[in-house]
């Protein structure tokens, strides 16, 4: 038996999390949304029929509605705006800690400020974030041509200089073939 059914439990924690956006804490969280997407491929095959050969996760995404005041951070509002925008500009992945998670490699997407006679003594931002996937990139030696099976297959590139189109001979095209084909 779980013990969420369990009498006397504990359902809900009052644990505080110390949230942060990259290096920035001390702002109160207004609201939090956040996606995981599984991309699931669909090929279209004989008839209409999609197949399906793989699946595969998007990048993760956050929305987070949150206020700065400068009782918290002692920051002024416009330098804590600007440090906002700092971080969204040097384009930098950055960890951000939310109360149910820790997102690994994020960057600002969109930041909007609010400003109303209600906000006017806090900085109101809501911002969207997405995670960036970050590969390993390896380089590799090719053999040189003197010592690969194939070379005319396998040998590296190399520059020709400018090469002019060949004419195609009609003669050679069997019609025949194009009108079974076509009809």
Not at 7 to 21: A, D, E, K
Not at 30 to 36: L, Y
Not at 104 to 118: A, E, G, H, P
């Amino acid at each position: 038996m779980s013990s969420i059914l369990q009498p006397n439990t504990v359902l809900f924690s009052t644990q505080i999390t110390q949230r942060s956006i990259g290096p920035f804490t001390g702002y109160v969280c207004m609201e939090e949304n956040s996606n995981d997407e599984l991309e699931i491929t669909q090929h279209p095959v004989q008839r209409g029929a999609d197949i399906t050969d793989h699946a595969y996760l998007k990048p993760a995404t956050v929305s987070i509605r949150f206020i700065y005041t400068p009782n918290f951070t002692l920051t002024p509002l416009d330098q804590m705006y600007q440090e906002l925008l700092a971080l969204q500009s040097s384009r930098e992945p950055f960890t951000i800690v939310t109360g149910k998670r820790v997102y690994q490699n994020m960057l600002f997407r969109s930041l909007s400020v609010s400003t109303d006679v209600t906000k006017e003594n806090i900085l109101y931002v809501m911002g969207d974030f997405q995670q960036v996937i970050l590969v390993d990139v390896g380089e590799t030696n090719v053999p040189v041509q003197s010592q690969q099976q194939i070379p005319q297959k396998t040998n590296s590139t190399s520059n020709l200089g400018d090469k002019k189109a060949t004419p195609v001979d009609d003669s050679n095209v069997d019609l025949q073939y194009f009108s079974d084909v076509t009809g």
